[in-house]
């Protein structure tokens, strides 16, 4: 994208270096999972912005990522153990988003001392879903459902499906901030892209439903699908007999809920649905009101009420039909030798249908 950008004269940073007042540096992070030849941005240093105009930044931010201190008064979701360890994980998961908060403030602070507010987008996201249990890299909402924001500058009209001060309840995926973005600075959207652009006069459809996809992460080999509307979220595990506790050496390291459950389950001291995070195999199917059970606890796939089938197999055909619309590579499995270079060890196991 940023090529693009450049096309387009603007000058591009992926900002490592801020001012020394703000105490604090961007990760510069790139970690992409693609290989670029040549030099993606033309600075990692914030002072070069100003005569670098226009120009796109983006400034990455290593919280909520945390070390595990910090105890606190929180409400757990009902899926965690009312623990010590995980009341001081969550609290410090907290504790990291107000320091985030802090520095995106001293961020935009410092854009206004530069005198380049009134001309500057400015779009805040989380780039995964809670860095915690059951949330970053699975598909339940709290591994979805992340973080936006946009601040449009008093400089440009503000473009069409942009009301300042208010909540848009459409459903966006991450994908749709590059056509977007390419849109304001006056790109064509390219042909192949699949996201959609959602603000200005050439704002693209609304979705009816948004979906997500996992599939091996670290040496965790699973494919898990899923699709969600206004009221459902419905997902699919391929890999049912991978677990949801499956050896992590990430996990294992950075959750300290992850070790935790393994031992309350040992001992006999979870609830049920605390319980069901430690089973052996998951579910071929999920799907959960979320109107009624935004905690996602009570899974209505093995329901006998009609209503309840009916929204079932609605989801499960609208999974299908994108699966096969986006080509999903994930039904043929990465070749042994290269899942094995990332530290896999457990076999790899057979998608199949529920």
Not at 16 to 43: C, I
Not at 130 to 148: D, I, L, N, T, W
Request: aromatic share 10%.
């Amino acid at each position: 994208m940023t090529d693009w950008l450049r096309d387009a004269g603007y000058f591009t940073a992926n900002v490592r270096t801020l001012p020394a007042a703000l105490g604090f540096k961007g990760t510069g992070k790139t970690d992409w999972n693609f290989n670029y030849e040549g030099e993606p941005f033309d600075t990692d240093n914030w002072n070069e912005l100003k005569a670098g105009q226009p120009f796109y930044a983006q400034v990455n931010f290593s919280e909520t990522h945390r070390k595990f201190k910090a105890p606190a008064k929180v409400d757990l979701p009902p899926y965690y153990p009312d623990h010590p360890v995980a009341r001081k994980d969550w609290a410090q998961y907290l504790d990291a988003a107000m320091d985030l908060d802090r520095k995106v403030g001293a961020v935009l602070k410092q854009l206004a001392d530069d005198g380049l507010t009134d001309n500057t987008v400015v779009i805040f996201f989380g780039d995964n879903g809670q860095a915690m249990v059951r949330g970053k890299q699975f598909c339940y909402e709290e591994g979805s459902h992340v973080p936006m924001i946009i601040r449009w500058p008093r400089n440009f009209p503000a473009p069409k499906n942009f009301k300042p001060g208010t909540v848009d309840n459409r459903f966006v995926e991450a994908m749709d901030l590059a056509p977007t973005t390419l849109d304001i600075v006056g790109v064509k959207k390219p042909a192949k892209m699949q996201g959609q652009i959602i603000l200005g006069d050439r704002t693209e459809k609304s979705r009816q439903y948004t979906f997500g996809a996992r599939d091996r992460c670290d040496e965790t080999i699973m494919r898990i699908r899923t699709v969600r509307d206004s009221t459902y979220r419905y997902i699919r595990n391929f890999t049912p007999e991978t677990p949801l506790l499956a050896p992590n050496n990430y996990k294992q390291t950075q959750y300290p809920v992850w070790n935790l459950l393994k031992q309350l389950y040992a001992e006999g001291k979870l609830t049920p649905a605390q319980e069901f995070l430690c089973q052996a195999r998951m579910p071929d199917e999920e799907i959960y009101n979320l109107e009624a059970d935004p905690h996602q606890i009570h899974n209505l796939a093995r329901s006998d009420k009609g209503e309840d089938q009916a929204a079932l197999k609605k989801r499960r055909a609208v999974l299908d039909e994108w699966i096969i619309e986006t080509g999903d590579k994930g039904r043929e499995f990465e070749p042994a030798e290269v899942a094995a270079a990332r530290g896999a060890t457990m076999n790899t196991p057979k998608a199949r249908q529920p």
